[in-house]
């Protein structure tokens, strides 16, 4: 059963306002669902909007935000629990050991990077947690097909690309993440591929 989900995604809204609607959605499809918000702590951008939802419909909210940023008043300051940490590795680490599930909203090069770091882990066996992307007007889609073709290439194993649970959907989503089963991982690289 998953508890808790964090969500990666921009600390700025974007230029299409379908992206804030859709963080907002989702944010209160978790409160109503009563599962916890784990996030990077932040008010501003689809970050704010999303814990902002979760709040303004009795969710709770966890934020996550390095002293740095915090300082420079970009942190939430109403979440139902917040997490000072030194730096971003340890903002990562926090966030992923509160979180019982991952999902990428859109966002630029740090939702990449968290979302990235998340389902490497996957792959390597550090956690058996599912990792998801909610994909808003098709935002994630030429990102999948490029990690089609690193499968095609040999680049990717193909269980390992199907640790990424993809929906349009946010309630379909919420519902695989919840019937995720990790791959087996015995080895993940060979002999023969070093």
Known sequence: MIGSVCVFCGSNAG????FAAAARSFGV???KEGIALVYGGGHVGLMGVVADAVLANGGKAIGVIPRALWDREVGHRNL?????VETMHKRKAKMASLADAFVALP???GTLEEIFEVWTWAQLGIHHKPVG??????FYSLLLEFLDRAVDV???????????IVDTDPPALLRKLGEYEPPR????ITARET
Not at 133 to 138: I, K
Request: hydrophobic share 45%; proline share 6%; glycine share 12%.
């Open 107 to 109: 966002g630029g090069l």
């Open 15 to 18: 230029n299409d306002p379908r």
């Open 80 to 84: 139902t629990e917040i997490h000072i």
């Open 29 to 31: 499809l978790l409160a």
């Open 133 to 138: 992307f909610l994909d808003v007007e098709g």
């Open 185 to 188: 991982i015995e080895k993940w």
């Open 154 to 164: 040999g680049f990717v194993r193909p269980q390992f690309r199907s640790i990424a």
